[in-house]
């Protein structure tokens, strides 16, 4: 099997080059290539990598500018973000702009590599950290003087809230609580002794019943149940 292909976007020479070392530690990655915002999409381009790790906080060009023009490419890579503090909004937006996963980067070392190769096979991968901070962006909030609501357009996307009763068969749920600890379809299917495409179909169904759009969205909601 080919090495997974990863570029590293992050204005700090000195963290690129760190994180490189990281990834490439595993035989089973190489890196591309490492730049800054302003070159992401043109190294993605020529490089092809299979996944893309942004930093969410640059000074020439934002994350999340980035991750929506990464994610508008005709084969798009998939991209997880880099963070080095929990900025909720942010973090939320970079969710709704199609991540496929989130690294802080105080656990960057313990996380990237099974991270990466999780992200490449097709599943999740998810900091704890920023899992709590997306659940807490998408709690209702305590009770107490009405605000009057921001106008659409400066409205954060959010994360949904798991509906209180969400029809999910036995086995729709054991699918899922393994969908929320990062596991591909396959391995899901060999979990559970099921073929994969009948996995695919039980998440497709989860997907429509939790009404998320991806299966980043559905991991975040069983994860936000259980705590």
């Known amino acids: 099997m080919p090495p997974v292909n990863v570029m590293v976007v ?3 020479k000195l963290l690129r080059y760190g994180l490189r070392r990281i990834l490439e530690s595993a035989g089973s990655i190489t890196v591309s290539a490492v730049c800054d915002g302003a070159d992401a999409v ?6 092809r990598p299979d996944v893309v790790l942004v930093d969410l906080h640059m000074p020439d060009l934002d994350g999340i500018s980035v991750l929506r023009a990464l994610r508008g490419l005709d084969a798009p890579p998939v991209v997880a973000v880099l963070t080095g503090f ?3 909004a942010q973090v939320t937006e970079a969710f709704a702009a199609g991540a496929a996963g989130f690294f802080l980067k105080d656990a960057a070392a313990r996380e990237l590599i099974p991270g990466v190769l ?5 599943g999740s991968a998810l900091s704890a950290r920023v899992v709590r901070s997306l659940r807490a962006a998408s709690a209702p909030p305590l009770a107490g003087p ?6 659409p357009a400066a409205t954060p996307p959010a994360v949904p809230a798991v509906p209180p009763t969400v029809p999910l068969t036995g086995r729709e749920r054991d ?12 391995q899901i ?3 559970l002794l099921l073929s994969r495409s009948t996995v695919k179909d039980h998440v497709s169904s989860v997907l429509a019943k939790l009404g998320a759009s991806n299966r980043i969205q559905a991991a ?3 994860r936000a149940a259980v705590r």
């Open 10 to 12: 992050d204005d700090d």
């Open 42 to 47: 043109e190294r993605a381009v020529r490089h």
């Open 220 to 222: 975040v909601l069983a």
């Open 118 to 122: 999780l992200l490449a096979a097709g």
């Open 175 to 186: 699918v899922l609580d393994l969908l929320a600890t990062g596991m591909t379809n396959a």
């Open 86 to 88: 929990g900025d909720d």
């Open 146 to 151: 009405a605000e009057p609501p921001l106008p």
């Open 189 to 191: 299917a060999e979990r």
